[in-house]
T-cell receptor, first 112, second 117 residues
Framework: DAKTTQPNSMESNEEEPVHLPCNHS???????IHWYRQLPSQGPEYVIH???SNVNNRMASLAIAEDRKSSTLILHRATLRDAAVYYC?????????????FGKGTHLIIQP | EAGVTQFPSHSVIEKGQTVTLRCDPI?????LYWYRRVMGKEIKFLLH????????ESGMPNNRFLAERTGGTYSTLKVQPAELEDSGVYFC???????????????FGNGTRLTVT
């Protein structure tokens, strides 16, 4: 899987939007961009994924740059429950190993 | 639907002993994965089952680890004999697609915390 780069940590206030960046300059044309998060003492949890177009679901939005070399996970209104480590992961639809490759992720801190 | 369940949630054993971790995937999920996070490190892939067959076991650290999924339902991960460096959190995940794809999210359990003393 291609490598992604994320900030180690970010801090935001409750009820404000949060923009979590991810760089993936070596992304291939067959890579999907997936986001997972891990809350304290829990397993990772799927958040959202996309290929080229921006995506929205009940949890978040995913904005993908036109050249696909970067993306941003958007939490529209952060709550304390959103405090977690967020992982940006590339997943190849072209075959190969199917396991997710987790990096260090971004530790999101939410201030009340 | 019930999520992925793992048992036990915690296990403390002595070096040289054997431990068996169990994972019950979401019903109907053909794909089952094992991951682990050792202290201070990133979450690492161990192996992937499609039903009862091992699709990819490239992440298994050594032959002290044995994973099985008889009947294609629940899976076990046995560590024998356990070493100190095996301590960490072992996660299981499952996904729905008959043939796992880029588009099928993984559902993770809450993990088993293994401590080897």
């Amino acid at each position: 899987d291609a490598k992604t780069t994320q900030p180690n940590s970010m801090e935001s206030n409750e009820e404000e939007p949060v923009h979590l960046p991810c760089n993936h300059s070596t992304i291939s044309g067959t890579d999907y961009i997936h986001w997972y998060r891990q809350l304290p003492s829990q397993g990772p949890e799927y958040v959202i994924h996309g290929l080229t177009s921006n995506v929205n679901n009940r949890m978040a939005s995913l904005a993908i740059a036109e050249d696909r070399k970067s993306s941003t996970l958007i939490l529209h209104r952060a709550t304390l429950r959103d405090a977690a480590v967020y992982y940006c992961i590339l997943r190849d639809r072209g075959g190969g190993a199917d396991g997710l490759t987790f990096g260090k992720g971004t530790h999101l801190i939410i201030q009340p | 639907e019930a999520g992925v369940t793992q048992f036990p949630s915690h296990s403390v054993i002595e070096k040289g002993q054997t431990v068996t971790l169990r994972c019950d995937p979401i019903s109907g999920h053909d794909n089952l994965y094992w991951y682990r996070r050792v202290m201070g490190k990133e979450i690492k892939f161990l192996l992937h089952f499609v039903k009862e067959s091992k699709q990819d076991e490239s992440g298994m650290p050594n032959n002290r680890f044995l994973a099985e999924r008889t009947g294609g339902t629940y899976s076990t991960l046995k560590v024998q004999p356990a070493e100190l460096e095996d301590s960490g959190v072992y996660f299981c995940a499952s996904s729905h697609a008959r043939r796992s794809s880029y588009n099928s999210p993984l559902h993770f359990g809450n993990g088993t915390r293994l401590t080897v003393t």
